[in-house]
């Protein structure tokens, strides 16, 4: 009666996050074909943690399944305040390194809020770091300069603190080439400037020693002036 038909919806419904999960997209269409409803999401917080959480999109971001995101996105799944835990959605392709996930999430945003979603924080009660910064705290330089490009060129205070904070979070975790991207010369004068002024205001010795380096700097001195 009621409790097999439950059952049965549950399954389905557990069967869709996991194809989602596994980048299984014959499965996922299938399921979609069915009438799961596509922005169904099972509790972080529910006990059975083996099974998959969060929304189908959720669990394809998480795994780097880009070809199932993308099919999500086309079929209608949101990710407009979609979270996991404490991470929105594109931190968490950031924090994973999964850059086509970077790229087809950020695109599929309206531009008017797309810069929100850029310079969004992890609601972690710690680093509160940006999707760029978590990229550059775990070296994912492709994921990095994916974001890089969505990011408008202008001297946006909130825009200069969040790649200067970047900058200094690779260098100290030694990501050369995640530094060298975010004080490359397609960052203004000012972004770069903001990095030396990041580093001396909070006696970042070690970064200020990588910045000017006398063999290979990645500030000079017309970055100053």
């Not at 099919?71 to 979609?82: D, H, K, R």
């Not at 931190?91 to 970077?102: E, N």
């Not at 408008?152 to 790649?163: C, G, R």
Request: hydrophobic share 45%; proline share 3%; aromatic share 6%.
């Amino acid at each position: 009666g009621d409790h097999a038909e439950g059952a049965a919806i549950f399954a389905a419904l557990r069967d869709f996050l996991e194809a989602a999960q596994g980048g299984n997209l014959a499965r996922v269409e299938e399921a979609l074909h069915t009438g799961v409803p596509i922005n169904f999401e099972r509790s972080v917080h529910e006990v059975y943690t083996c099974h998959p959480c969060g929304t189908a999109i959720m669990c394809a971001v998480d795994h780097g399944h880009d070809h199932v995101v993308r099919a999500l996105l086309n079929a209608g799944a949101s990710i407009e305040s979609q979270r996991y835990g404490d991470y929105p959605r594109l931190i968490c392709a950031a924090i994973h390194g999964h850059h086509s996930v970077v790229r087809t999430l950020l695109a599929s945003v309206n531009p008017l809020s797309r810069l929100d979603h850029l310079l969004g924080q992890a609601d972690d009660g710690g680093t509160g770091y940006t999707a760029l910064q978590y990229a550059a705290e775990c070296g994912h330089a492709k994921a990095l300069e994916v974001l890089l490009e969505f990011y408008p060129d202008d001297d946006y205070p909130n825009i200069v603190k969040t790649i200067a904070w970047a900058a200094i979070i690779s260098i100290l975790k030694g990501h050369a080439d995640c530094a060298a991207a975010l004080v490359s010369e397609r960052n203004c004068q000012a972004r770069r400037a903001a990095v030396v002024s990041h580093a001396v205001r909070h006696g970042l010795e070690r970064a200020m020693v990588v910045l000017i380096d006398r063999d290979n700097p990645l500030i000079t001195a017309s970055d100053l002036d």
